[in-house]
């Protein structure tokens, strides 16, 4: 799934799932008095699923809007619907999508959103995954090599995901081979590589202890967890099984009724990628498990691991289901019966929710989950495709928005040392979802995961989806030559806005690939607003006497800015540029002082170090008669105290704030530590020199002016 934009019916593309429509009157910029009487007005058009049938959305040539229904079954035909599309209006389009969605799960009573669900939690700590680094080769050894070379860096990996590479698995009997091979050559194609299907529930012989191959992969997990400190190891598998299925006539296998099926694709799937007339499955066939069988699949399969010490599981290949459901009453039913099962494995085997959907955008599996609580927003991090790197910053981000109320959207994984590393990396810091990257051990950035990693494994995680800024909804920052993607998200009392230069390469509807395009090679240029943060208000401790007046921390450059309320900053980035924005309320203590906390300004997330703020206001008039007339204060000259600034910080590092006054004094726990404040920029700043206590969890700071 990616974002399309476009000024007309014929613009919408085949296969559309959510729709979000702008009137081209009103303005973006919040008014001074509150009047929404110039407020753009969102249209939000969800198709839905009505019984056996699943809806979508597509344009024509005059300009119409088409609502298309699909069963997967040929023998499943309707002609009469009545609840296939939900349609809602507002003002303010986050919310609108989020009551849209809300009234759809009300109706529907087939899923749960975001909000209700259990995050695992490996969302709040880095992790590796084994998949870029080793691909199918992967070994205990290469998995171990891995945590060793994170942890000596000092930034400790507290998760991991063992990917594709420790199942049992084989291939199809020869004959059949050769059969596929014949098929290849009548329609002209090349020979494929042939698949390979599930032919066993237990790890592979790389995954077993070699003194004592009963151990199985608890060896690894057992190894993670002692002498790694890891908090979580997860495994990955297919929906099916494996990508080619589970393998007909394996005696071990027999009990879960698999047969060979060859998936029936969408037309306006084919038509989107037509490349997908020659996949390997729709050549070669997958081994479909019956689906009342399924639940005994996955139980097996996920209390095995269990035992073993395994959390969780990536579950994959999850669309491919929309594909097989012809006679089995049908794609939405197929998925649904796979669903069920999954969710109920999950409950049951992993306490602590442990599953990541994966090729699971298709509003059959959305519409149906009530489990799974973290989805990956896009297509792969590809390393070695350079095309690819802009083009999967601006999916996630506008992916999120609608992925984002059914599941915490995860970015997926990077690699730390790599020309786009920086690019990847700080989206992920802002992405809400899980960080984690996939170098090959040896290959890291420390510099780099420093800004996202804590000494103890843990992240300064936002609190919501990262999501496109109003004003870039409905701008093309991948194709356009001219816009910049702003990112907002959350924090408890600070905001996070990342702006990246996205052009340069887009899906090329021709080719069916991606391509780089012509684009500037010089900065692009966008303006940044404090209210750019879509929530801002809500990290003010009095949010309303707050100005809107804030403070703007960049993080590249080190430079702090006061932004006052709906002005503006300039921001220039070249390709492949980006500037992390920490952008905090600024609170009026008393005529001339103001104060607004920063965070960990060396991460990527400063503001999510912070975990408690709070004011202490000194009721004394004397102390404050100096800046009566509003006159600047830069330091409080009678040293009677104004205020206290009380803290409870995550982490280590260097602490940044704004304060308009120097203070009288800064203690960190019970002690008084030096600080910096530049009295134009009115940035302090000071050392918070090590992790806290384990049984303190949090540095108590506080700040006297």
């Known amino acids: 799934m990616a974002q399309k934009m476009g000024d007309c019916g014929r613009d919408i593309p085949l296969e559309t799932q959510f729709l979000l ?31 056996s049938f699943r809806s979508c959305l597509q344009g024509n040539a005059q300009d119409e809007l088409e609502l298309c229904l699909e069963s997967g079954d040929v023998d499943i035909k309707a002609s009469f619907f009545t609840h296939s599309l939900f349609v809602m209006a507002g003002t303010d389009p986050f919310s609108t999508i989020t009551n849209a969605i809300r009234a759809v799960k009300l109706h529907l009573k087939t899923f749960r959103q975001r909000h209700e669900k259990k995050l695992p939690g490996i969302v709040d700590y880095f992790g590796w995954c084994t998949w870029d680094a080793f691909y199918r080769e ?10 060793a070379s994170l942890s000596a860096g000092g930034t400790p990996s507290r998760f991991v995901i063992i990917d594709d590479g420790w199942q049992s698995v084989g291939g199809d009997p020869q004959d059949q081979v050769h059969d596929d091979h014949d098929r290849n050559k009548d ?34 997990a057992n190894i993670a967890k002692e ?25 071990e296998m027999a009990d879960y009724g698999s047969l060979m099926k060859y998936p029936m694709v969408s037309k306006g799937v084919v038509e989107n990628e037509p490349v997908w007339k020659h996949d390997a499955i729709a050549v070669q066939g997958l081994g479909l ?3 009342k069988s399924v639940y005994k699949f996955y139980n097996d399969l996920h209390s095995y691991l269990a035992a073993s010490g395994i959390d969780g599981v990536k579950v994959d290949e999850q669309c491919i289901l929309e594909t097989l459901g012809a006679g089995l009453g049908g794609r939405v039913e197929l998925t649904r019966l796979y669903h069920q099962a999954l969710d109920a494995s999950v409950a049951r085997n992993f306490p602590d929710n442990g599953c ?28 070695h495709d350079p095309v690819s790197h802009t083009i999967h910053i601006a999916s996630v981000a506008y992916n999120s928005m609608f992925l984002g109320e059914f599941m915490q959207p995860d970015w997926d994984m990077f690699h730390s040392l790599h020309p786009a590393g920086e690019y990847h990396g700080s989206a992920r810091a802002i992405s ?21 990693v804590l000494p103890d494994g843990s992240v300064l995680r936002a609190r919501l989806p990262g999501r496109p800024t109003k004003d870039c909804l409905f701008n093309d920052p991948a194709r356009d030559g001219f816009s910049l993607l702003k990112i907002w998200n959350m924090n408890k009392y600070t905001g996070v806005l990342g702006v990246y230069n996205c052009q340069g390469a887009v899906w090329n509807t021709t080719e069916r690939k991606n391509t780089f395009h012509q684009t500037r090679t010089g900065a692009i240029t966008g303006a940044v607003r404090g209210h750019d943060v879509h929530l801002i208000a809500e990290a003010a401790t009095d949010s309303d006497s707050w100005t809107g007046d804030c403070a703007v921390f960049c993080h590249r450059s080190g430079e702090l800015i006061t932004l006052p309320y709906n002005a503006s900053m300039p921001v220039s980035l070249k390709v492949l540029e980006y500037d992390i924005l920490t952008i905090t309320p600024i609170k009026i203590l008393a005529p001339g002082f103001s104060f607004a906390p920063l965070g960990l300004i ?7 170090a912070i975990e408690v703020l709070r004011y202490d206001l000194v009721r004394d008039e004397e102390s404050q008669n100096g800046a009566a007339n509003g006159e600047i204060v830069e330091e409080n000259s009678s040293n009677k105290l104004v205020a206290k600034v009380y803290m409870e910080v995550k982490g280590c590092g260097e602490f940044g704030a704004h304060s308009s006054t120097k203070p009288r004094r800064v203690i960190v726990g019970s002690n008084e530590v030096e600080y910096k404040h530049d009295l134009e920029s009115g940035l302090l700043s000071f050392n918070v020199d090590q992790m806290p206590d384990a049984n303190q969890k949090l540095h108590i700071v506080g700040v006297e002016l």
């Open 187 to 220: 329609q002209g194609q090349q020979p494929q590589v042939p698949l390979l299907r599930l032919i066993g529930i237990k790890e592979n012989q790389k995954f077993q202890k070699k003194d004592d191959p009963s151990v199985g992969i608890r060896n690894i």
């Open 227 to 251: 002498k790694y400190g890891l908090k979580y190891v997860y495994v990955w598998h297919a929906i099916t099984g494996y990508w080619g299925g589970v393998q007909p006539g394996v005696k």
């Open 432 to 452: 809400g979802g899980p960080i984690y990257v996939s170098d090959v051990p040896g290959k890291h950035n420390f510099d780099l995961l420093k800004k996202l």
């Open 602 to 608: 060396n991460m990527f997330n400063a503001g999510g």
């Open 289 to 291: 498990m019956n689906p």
């Open 356 to 383: 990541i959907a994966c090729m699971s955008h298709n509003t059959d599996a959305l519409y149906c989950s009530k489990q799974t609580a973290i989805v990956r927003a896009s297509d792969d991090f590809f390393p």
């Open 138 to 147: 992967v070994t205990q050894e290469g998995v171990e090599a891995g945590l």
């Open 21 to 51: 429509v702008e009137t081209k009157d009103g303005s973006h910029i919040e008014s001074n008095n509150g009047d929404e009487a110039n407020q753009v007005v969102y249209t939000v058009f969800l198709p839905l699923i009505e019984g």
